[in-house]
């Protein structure tokens, strides 16, 4: 959908796709994003998968495929294998989407989710993090499947004492503890608060942003249904140095045909996010005297100017934040 599109998946697309591929034999991996990296967007998984799954089982075989494995002993045995596995990257969505349903069953909010989870039979291994919505001072994640999916029963080390179904039998021990702490002492009631309480924050900035438009123009503030970002005209560098926002480039078209594009940040509205901090940014594009600098089209045509080599030097940075 270009830079203002929803950044969701082209059902009618993907199924084209999937079923070319399941149709030669080969089997389909389709990953579906649960809170996208910078437009937050979310899949709709039910009727994506639904659609996918009812194409292929139109194929010869349904939703498998027939194949013959060979053991090491000489034994053989016929098999079959989902010809379309599902997976769901809820990085940050799949940890607090569930939460905001809690919400919206309490009449708390009118705001909920498309599923996403294992209610869905399709749905075959679901992703989360651990630093982000949880909270883990480092990066780690955490990989769900279905048991009957596991290939083989995991082994039980003696040292452990535990199933092992680690890929290569190494682990952080710490980041569990860490995920188990934050676990056991937040109830449902406390998720379901700091879920809403992000939302109204992010409304909030969403507010002040648009008020400053009066002052600096369009601001191209825009936000995706039920995620906990927004995004907005890149500011100067020194803002986002200090706030260390995300920036991306978007290229589209505008209703003449001409190719376009347009430099975004986005911040996120995180658990930890305070009032505090949120008045403190605001504050600090208010007090700017050039907050947001104008932005160089690069597909405008301009006049080649030849300089001296001088002044064609460019130069690099070598200290502040890595890009």
Known sequence: GGPHGPGTVDIEKLKVLVSFFTGKGHTAIVVFNYGSTFKGAYDDVKNAGEAIMNEVSKQPGGLYSTFEVKYDDGTKRTVQRLKVWVHVDGA???????????????????????????????????????????????????????????LKPPSVPDYIGSPDTTFAGSRSGFSPLILWNYISTHTYDDQVEAVLRCFNYLQYISDELHKMESKYGDLKIETTPLA?????????????????????????????????AFTYAHLFIMQSTTKEQINEFLGDVKSDEEPFPPQMDPFARRQSVRQPLAKCLMAIRVNGRGY
């Open 228 to 260: 906990l970002t927004i995004r907005f005209k890149k500011p100067n560098s020194r803002i986002i140095e200090k706030y260390s926002l995300g920036t991306e480039r978007m290229t589209g078209f505008d209703s003449s045909g001409n190719r376009i």
């Open 92 to 150: 940050l969505g799949a940890s607090f989407m569930n939460f905001l349903e809690m919400a919206h069953k309490h009449g708390k909010t009118d705001k909920v989710g498309p599923v996403f989870d294992f209610r869905l039979p399709f749905v075959c291994s679901i992703t989360t993090s651990g630093h982000k919505w949880m909270g883990s001072p480092w990066p780690c994640g955490i990989f769900m499947t279905r048991s009957k999916l596991v």
